[in-house]
């Protein structure tokens, strides 16, 4: 069984290039803001998300994307939680760990790095090889 996923990004194509990169080893789920992202977590459980900070309304602020990160870690505090956003501030970045991101990665992302940071986040239990 693969590990399922949920991307939470408002760019249709870096969403669909992580897409197409994880689909192979993983159940990927999508949502592109606040709303669609809290659905998908209450039906689905990833047990990682791929987190963008800046997201509908608040684009220019990673408000929104710690709200969506604090639900997570409120409600599955077992998943997972890669913030990967262009807001690369030390005081942001700070700001995800206190909240509980387990991995942070700046956009523009290396696609493997991502892989890398995806296998070593995945549970024990569902480890790919």
Request: charged share 25%.
């Amino acid at each position: 069984m693969k590990p399922r996923i949920l991307i939470v990004d408002d760019d249709e194509a870096i969403k669909q290039q992580m897409f197409w990169t994880l689909c192979d080893d993983y159940d990927v789920v999508t949502a592109n803001d606040l709303p669609s992202a809290v659905r998908r977590i209450k039906v689905y459980e990833p047990a990682i998300s791929i987190l963008d900070l800046q997201l509908p309304p608040e684009t220019t602020s990673p408000e929104v994307g710690l709200r969506i990160l604090e639900y997570i870690k409120g409600h599955l505090p077992k998943t997972k939680v890669l913030v990967m956003t262009g807001a690369d501030a030390d005081s942001v970045r700070d700001a995800c760990f206190a909240q509980g991101a387990d991995e942070f990665l700046n956009k523009p992302f290396d696609t493997e790095l991502l892989i890398a940071t995806m296998r070593r986040m995945a549970p024990p239990s569902l480890d790919l090889v």
